[in-house]
């Protein structure tokens, strides 16, 4: 039998060790620095090194592209391209479908646009005598159908992001809230912690994860004639390249 307990630290825009806070917003105490190693590093690596934390640094993701050459296609065929967006693998995908008289307006219809109005998902295009290169957005994977007499082929592969991106931080962070003791049982509105102003999330930069695993010695509880161990999940957030330092 085991307790287990997730913890998430973030470490101060300032890089502060010594004013990390918990997903409460409290800064973390004296004791606590010790016992999760926050004390005399200078880097993310650092820590997780000295630590014995597992490290998710920052690297920002490759977008990835497909080239569609068109010049094959009979003249005056309307030219069309459907880019289906598969990331999650779920059965219906996003999708549609972009049209042109030729190649320069079939490129003109398909950069920028997003193939859900408001997902922010901006695809990108451009035309090289008759062959569309088109880029999809960071973390997307996408597959794309063409005219019958066109040629898609794959062209740079995607790779996600690692770590954080500031928008991932502010949610991961936001998410822990809901474990920091946060009720409503009986209707009244419930006021959310601002993850940025309350937690000291960045509101721009993107975050180094660090990851723990702490288990304690066995333990025996006389109550219920049984042996356990607690047992805590420990994240820190850390932006991306920070100098870390003990005020």
Wanted: glycine share 10%; no cysteine.
């Amino acid at each position: 039998m085991a307790n287990t307990k997730d913890t998430l630290l973030i470490v101060q825009a300032t890089g502060a060790l010594d004013e990390t806070k918990n997903a409460a917003g409290r800064t973390v105490t004296t004791a606590e620095i010790t016992k999760y190693g926050l004390a005399g590093e200078t880097s993310a690596s650092a820590l997780a090194t000295a630590e014995g934390y597992t490290p998710d640094l920052y690297v920002a993701a490759v977008q990835g592209t497909m080239t569609v050459d068109t010049t094959g296609v009979a003249a005056g065929e309307e030219l069309f391209v459907t880019i289906i967006d598969v990331t999650n693998g779920r059965r219906q995908f996003p999708r549609k479908t972009f049209r042109g008289v030729d190649s320069t307006a079939l490129t003109d219809a398909i950069n920028t646009a997003e193939l859900e109005v408001g997902d922010g998902k901006a695809y990108g295009a451009s035309d090289s005598s008759g062959t569309i290169t088109i880029t999809f957005p960071a973390n997307v994977i996408a597959k794309i159908a063409a005219n019958e007499d066109a040629v898609v082929a794959d062209g740079t592969g995607v790779e996600f992001n690692k770590g954080l991106t500031n928008a991932q931080a502010i949610e991961f962070a936001g998410n822990k809230v809901t474990k920091a003791g946060r009720t409503n049982r009986v209707g009244f509105p419930v006021i959310e912690p601002n993850v940025i102003q309350t937690l000291g999330v960045s509101a721009t930069a993107n975050y180094d994860v660090l990851t723990k695993q702490i288990v304690s010695d066995v333990k025996f509880d006389k109550n219920v004639g049984a042996s356990y161990q607690d047992v805590e999940n420990v994240t820190i957030i850390i932006i991306d390249g920070a100098t870390l330092s003990d005020t």
